[in-house]
């Protein structure tokens, strides 16, 4: 069993910056490789970045290259997502997720852990 807590979420402005956090607990936080995804209202949820076990290799939506960088450190059993120059169309809910194994996804059906999602609002 794996829980994962989301943090960092609010309210910012067009062209802003805001660091999202997830935090792991339960089996060994580098057995898995980690994932961020977003559902805006009305819409699916989509991937948006993730990460292998170590940190080494990371795969991003084409929406976000450039703004965003997820990272993890695992001796804090800890995901990040900064995210830059944002957009109002970023605006979502955004969810940490974990998989069972050292390298990443991008599909929503490969992912073992998901958190409870947190907010966040970009205004123009």
């Known amino acids: 069993q794996v829980q994962l807590v989301e943090i960092g979420g609010g309210l910012v402005q067009a062209g802003g910056s805001l660091r999202l956090a997830c935090i792991a607990s339960?089996?060994?936080?580098?057995?898995?490789?980690m994932g961020w995804f977003r559902q805006a209202p009305g819409k699916e949820r989509e991937f948006v970045a993730t990460?292998?076990?170590?940190?080494?290799?990371?795969l991003y939506v084409d929406s976000v290259k450039g703004r965003f960088t997820i990272s993890r450190d695992n001796a804090k059993n800890t995901l990040y997502l900064q995210m830059s120059s944002l957009k109002p169309e970023d605006t979502a809910v955004y969810y940490c997720a974990a998989v069972k194994g050292y390298s990443g996804s991008y599909y929503i059906r490969d992912y073992d852990y998901w958190g409870q999602g947190t907010q966040v609002t970009v205004s123009s």
């Open positions: 990460i292998n076990w170590s940190g080494g290799s990371t």
């Open positions: 339960g089996r060994t936080f580098s057995d898995y490789a």
